[in-house]
Nanobody, 115 residues
Framework: QVQLVESGGGLVQPGGSLRLSCTTSGTIFGIYVMGWYRQAPGKERELVAAITSAGSTNYADSVKGRFTISRDNAKNTVYLQMNSLKPEDTAVYYC?????????WGQGTQVTVSS
Protein backbone atom coordinates (compact mmCIF):
# COMPACT_ATOMS: atom_id res chain seq x y z
CA GLN A 1 0.00 0.00 0.00
CA VAL A 2 1.41 3.37 -1.05
CA GLN A 3 1.03 6.29 1.33
CA LEU A 4 1.22 9.94 0.32
CA VAL A 5 1.83 12.76 2.78
CA GLU A 6 1.34 16.40 1.81
CA SER A 7 2.84 19.38 3.58
CA GLY A 8 3.50 23.06 3.01
CA GLY A 9 0.04 24.55 3.17
CA GLY A 10 -0.83 27.61 5.18
CA LEU A 11 -2.10 31.16 5.14
CA VAL A 12 -0.58 33.57 2.64
CA GLN A 13 -1.45 37.04 1.38
CA PRO A 14 -2.55 37.62 -2.20
CA GLY A 15 0.47 37.76 -4.45
CA GLY A 16 2.47 35.53 -2.15
CA SER A 17 3.99 32.11 -2.69
CA LEU A 18 3.86 28.65 -1.17
CA ARG A 19 5.50 25.35 -2.01
CA LEU A 20 3.60 22.17 -1.38
CA SER A 21 5.32 18.82 -1.01
CA CYS A 22 3.96 15.32 -1.49
CA THR A 23 6.17 12.49 -0.27
CA THR A 24 5.44 8.86 -1.04
CA SER A 25 6.15 6.00 1.32
CA GLY A 26 8.61 4.43 -1.08
CA THR A 27 10.12 4.65 -4.51
CA ILE A 28 7.53 4.59 -7.24
CA PHE A 29 8.50 2.43 -10.20
CA GLY A 30 7.01 1.98 -13.62
CA ILE A 31 4.53 4.18 -15.42
CA TYR A 32 2.62 6.59 -13.25
CA VAL A 33 1.12 10.04 -12.99
CA MET A 34 1.43 12.25 -9.94
CA GLY A 35 -1.12 15.02 -9.71
CA TRP A 36 -2.08 17.90 -7.49
CA TYR A 37 -5.79 18.50 -7.06
CA ARG A 38 -7.73 21.03 -5.05
CA GLN A 39 -11.18 21.32 -3.62
CA ALA A 40 -12.73 24.56 -2.48
CA PRO A 41 -15.81 24.65 -0.24
CA GLY A 42 -18.93 23.83 -2.22
CA LYS A 43 -16.97 22.95 -5.34
CA GLU A 44 -15.84 19.75 -6.97
CA ARG A 45 -12.28 18.56 -6.74
CA GLU A 46 -10.28 19.71 -9.75
CA LEU A 47 -6.93 18.89 -11.28
CA VAL A 48 -4.35 21.63 -10.79
CA ALA A 49 -1.19 20.09 -12.24
CA ALA A 50 0.23 16.69 -13.08
CA ILE A 51 3.56 15.13 -13.95
CA THR A 52 4.12 11.76 -15.56
CA SER A 53 6.86 9.23 -14.98
CA ALA A 54 8.32 10.43 -18.30
CA GLY A 55 8.44 13.99 -17.02
CA SER A 56 5.60 15.48 -19.02
CA THR A 57 3.54 18.10 -17.23
CA ASN A 58 0.16 19.70 -17.66
CA TYR A 59 -1.67 22.46 -15.84
CA ALA A 60 -5.15 23.81 -15.37
CA ASP A 61 -5.63 27.00 -17.36
CA SER A 62 -6.30 28.91 -14.15
CA VAL A 63 -2.79 28.25 -12.81
CA LYS A 64 -0.65 28.29 -15.96
CA GLY A 65 2.27 30.63 -15.59
CA ARG A 66 1.85 30.79 -11.81
CA PHE A 67 2.24 27.19 -10.59
CA THR A 68 5.01 24.73 -11.33
CA ILE A 69 4.99 21.00 -10.63
CA SER A 70 8.29 19.20 -10.23
CA ARG A 71 9.70 16.08 -8.61
CA ASP A 72 12.79 14.86 -6.80
CA ASN A 73 13.06 11.13 -7.39
CA ALA A 74 15.82 10.76 -4.81
CA LYS A 75 13.45 12.09 -2.16
CA ASN A 76 10.30 10.38 -3.48
CA THR A 77 8.71 13.82 -3.47
CA VAL A 78 6.61 15.87 -5.86
CA TYR A 79 6.37 19.62 -5.37
CA LEU A 80 3.90 22.29 -6.35
CA GLN A 81 5.43 25.75 -6.40
CA MET A 82 2.62 28.29 -6.26
CA ASN A 83 3.40 31.93 -7.05
CA SER A 84 1.21 35.01 -7.44
CA LEU A 85 -1.45 33.39 -5.32
CA LYS A 86 -5.01 34.66 -5.53
CA PRO A 87 -7.93 34.36 -3.11
CA GLU A 88 -9.57 31.96 -5.55
CA ASP A 89 -6.67 29.55 -5.04
CA THR A 90 -7.95 28.94 -1.53
CA ALA A 91 -8.74 25.24 -1.18
CA VAL A 92 -7.61 21.95 0.29
CA TYR A 93 -4.85 20.63 -1.94
CA TYR A 94 -4.43 16.89 -2.44
CA CYS A 95 -1.82 14.86 -4.24
CA UNK A 96 -2.71 11.71 -6.08
CA UNK A 97 -0.66 8.87 -7.47
CA UNK A 98 -2.23 7.11 -10.43
CA UNK A 99 -0.52 3.84 -11.30
CA UNK A 100 -2.24 1.27 -13.42
CA UNK A 101 -5.81 0.88 -12.21
CA UNK A 102 -4.98 2.20 -8.74
CA UNK A 103 -5.30 5.70 -7.33
CA UNK A 104 -3.70 6.70 -4.06
CA TRP A 105 -4.56 9.97 -2.32
CA GLY A 106 -2.93 12.01 0.36
CA GLN A 107 -4.83 13.51 3.29
CA GLY A 108 -4.76 17.06 1.92
CA THR A 109 -3.26 20.33 3.05
CA GLN A 110 -5.14 23.62 3.45
CA VAL A 111 -4.08 26.65 1.45
CA THR A 112 -5.72 29.95 2.35
CA VAL A 113 -5.03 33.11 0.39
CA SER A 114 -6.32 36.13 2.24
CA SER A 115 -5.27 39.56 3.38
Amino acid sequence: QVQLVESGGGLVQPGGSLRLSCTTSGTIFGIYVMGWYRQAPGKERELVAAITSAGSTNYADSVKGRFTISRDNAKNTVYLQMNSLKPEDTAVYYCKLQRGNNDYWGQGTQVTVSS
